[in-house]
């Protein structure tokens, strides 16, 4: 009995391969990216903030 789809060999699978590796390491490159270089910096610029905030209020009361 043979199957609807053939199996994937060749250069199909040289490309398929190619193309899901480089997916993912440009994903995981670029996600390191944004979360080293945008994401840490922009939370402890946040969290300064806050903390210079309730440094004020404490000092208020």
């Known amino acids: 009995m043979a199957s609807a789809i053939p199996p994937i060999t060749g250069m199909l699978r ?3 391969v190619l ?3 480089t997916a993912f390491g ?3 490159t670029f996600g390191y990216l944004w979360w ?3 994401h840490l910096e922009r ?3 946040r ?3 806050y903390a210079k ?3 004020e209020r404490a000092s208020q009361k």
């Open 14 to 16: 040289r490309g398929l």
């Open 19 to 21: 193309d899901l590796s």
């Open 26 to 28: 440009f994903g995981t």
């Open 36 to 38: 080293y270089g945008f």
């Open 43 to 45: 939370v402890r610029e």
């Open 47 to 49: 969290d300064t903030y």
């Open 53 to 55: 905030l309730d440094q």
